[in-house]
């Protein structure tokens, strides 16, 4: 279990990270939004990867805008995906950091590029795993997890919706479930779902200004405005976002960054990173060296 739990104030937004380590800095984004019904995604997603990372970086693993214990955006407004990747900038600003190796799963693979190509000023390489958001092609998320038990957000709930995303449920912790259902039961966390759901911000909002978004993020990238050194990191076995995709994504990528990589890793679903800890672990290390030593 991560501890150590540190807040600070992001442009009016208490956010909450851990930070551990010294050496090159690497901030890790988890996946998922404000406001859904599926599971409570937060730096927590990291246990795993976090005390390892630690002993050869300095690791920041940092609750996303209204996601764990940070706070939910200011305004209806800002119940966008534009609004998370401003806050994450906000953050790195904040806590004045530069040369970053930025590393974002799902949702949060699409937070680190957009970021990357907004600002590439402050970030040394990008790491994108299983970004089904940033990925052309369909989604199966939304088909695969309509099934999920109820009452919604429940511990049952949240396990059922983590064994869907996965190839195996070895990863699955009971530390990683119990943020979870904290998560869920914070008055904030209560807001975000009714504003999203209820309220209907996510269908008249959030997922509009995420797919002019995405098409926007895809078209600077086949333009090569993406230079910084990027890596790829996919789950074969995912079962949301098919490697197809990530594969297609990787051409993209290719094409736009001279340095770019991707790595496959097999038996491993959506969350290859907790799927597969020590593979992941080493091959961030492998290529967070190359770009500090620039061999």
Not at 48 to 71: E, P
Not at 145 to 152: C, D, G, I, L, Y
Request: hydrophobic share 35%.
């Amino acid at each position: 279990m991560m501890t150590g739990e540190r807040f600070v104030d992001v442009d009016g937004i208490r956010t909450r990270y851990f930070d551990k380590g010294s050496g090159e800095v690497l901030v890790l984004f988890h996946g998922s939004h404000f406001g859904t019904m599926d599971a409570c995604d937060s730096a927590i997603d990291w246990e795993l990867n976090f005390d390892s990372l630690a002993q050869w970086f300095r690791v920041i693993a940092v609750d996303k805008l209204g996601q764990g214990h940070t706070d939910n955006p200011k305004s209806d407004d800002d119940y966008t995906m534009a609004a998370v990747v401003r806050h994450a900038y906000q953050f790195l600003a904040t806590m004045g950091l530069k040369n970053t190796h930025v590393i974002g799963h799902s949702r949060g693979g699409y937070l680190v590029a957009r970021l990357t190509l907004e600002h590439p000023e402050v970030i040394r390489s990008c790491i994108i795993i299983n970004s089904g958001t940033l990925s052309p092609g369909p989604s199966k998320t939304e088909y695969i997890m309509a099934n999920a038990p109820k009452p919604r957000l429940s511990r049952e709930s949240q396990r059922w919706v983590a064994e869907h995303y996965s190839h195996s449920d070895k990863h699955i912790t009971d530390s990683w479930l119990d943020a979870a259902v904290e998560i869920a039961r914070l008055p904030k966390y209560q807001e975000a779902v009714r504003k999203m759901e209820d309220r209907g911000l996510k269908r008249s909002r959030f997922l509009p200004q995420l797919a002019l978004e995405k098409e926007e993020t895809l078209n600077w990238i086949m333009q090569g405005r993406l230079k910084t050194p990027t890596l790829l990191i996919w789950g074969y076995n995912d079962p949301t976002a098919a490697i197809r995709r990530g594969q297609f994504l990787f051409e993209l990528l290719a094409d736009s960054a001279p340095i770019a990589e991707m790595h496959v890793i097999n038996q491993a679903g959506h969350f290859c990173y907790r799927e597969q800890p020590e593979t992941f672990n080493q091959v961030i290390k492998g290529f967070v060296e190359k770009c500090s030593t620039g061999k």
